[in-house]
């Protein structure tokens, strides 16, 4: 979000707003109580871009809703731009007015997925660059293998690593860099989990065996696991897609892609998808501690 408004107002001389939903609720609360809406209208109205972070919070707030929506559609009919973000789909925001939700269904709506392990190298080998700062490759290699979940806790731990190395004037081994973190790496979190075992669990769930998923057979079940398999090994596993394609049957990259395509749209559309899913992340993740 904030690369967005700082792109548009390096790039144009457009006015941007970026906000947290926290933030947006607060001032709409204050200006409620200090009777001052009109000023809070023509701030979050006479925009050219505006960003807010997190709308989940606006979920059982009718009042906020109600002026979010006019606000919406007034930045929508003199065409400018919006962009929210949220920590599920809009779609799945229960306590949003009908009309709310419907806004956000007109706009594009994109899934922003935890980075590959190659993504997390490159950022961590960008950001020593951009601070002057040099770790070995097989410290970085060690970060960016067993942290997943998050760039804030990527970034957390490499500034501890510095931090550490910079302090003591020591350069980092890998061991000594794992005893540092090793609070971070016992996170359930960044757990790195096995494919066979991915395989093996999603086979037993849905009562098929594992040569079944690996096969070329098209039955719904057996396709239906296969998506599963493909959609939790790109989602818990440091594998790209062409890995996970070769190990499931020595299928195409794009067939992975597809999967997860697949699992994604079925998540919107059928709720027991999501708690099939929930269920057997919980049992992967407890497989793996």
Do not use: W
């Not at 000594?176 to 757990?191: R, V, W």
């Amino acid at each position: 979000m904030e690369a967005i408004g700082n792109e548009v107002l390096d790039t144009t001389n457009l006015k941007v707003i970026y906000v947290p939903a926290e933030d947006f609720l607060n001032e709409f609360i204050k200006s409620l109580y200090e009777k001052t809406m009109p000023q809070f209208k023509k701030k979050y109205r006479n925009v050219d871009y505006l960003l807010i972070d997190d709308i989940q919070i606006f979920e059982n707030k009718d009042e906020l809703q109600n002026e979010f929506f006019n606000t919406f559609n007034h930045l929508l009919d003199t065409k400018k731009q919006m962009v929210f973000t949220c920590d599920k789909h809009p779609n799945n925001l229960k306590n949003l007015t009908d009309r709310v939700r419907s806004r956000f269904g007109q706009g594009l709506t994109v899934d922003l997925k935890p980075p590959s392990y190659e993504m997390r190298y490159a950022i961590l080998k960008k950001k020593l660059q951009i601070k002057n700062q040099t770790l070995p490759d097989d410290v970085i290699e060690l970060i960016a293998k067993n942290i997943s979940s998050n760039i804030r806790d990527l970034i957390a731990a490499l500034i501890k690593l510095t931090a550490f190395s910079s302090m003591t004037n020591q350069v980092l081994t890998v061991e000594k860099a794992a005893a540092i973190l090793e609070d971070s790496f016992s996170d359930k979190k960044q757990g790195n989990i096995k494919l066979d075992i991915i395989l093996k669990v999603v086979a037993e769930y849905f009562d098929i065996s594992v040569p079944d998923i690996r096969s070329k057979k098209r039955q719904q079940k057996i396709s239906t696991a296969r998506h599963y398999c493909m959609y939790l090994a790109k989602e818990m596993t440091d594998m790209s897609t062409s890995e996970i394609g070769d190990e499931i049957g020595n299928r195409d990259h794009t067939t992975v892609i597809h999967s997860c395509q697949k699992i994604e749209e079925l998540i919107i559309s059928d709720p027991k998808v999501e708690i099939n899913l929930e269920q057997l992340k919980n049992k992967l993740v407890n497989l793996s501690k």
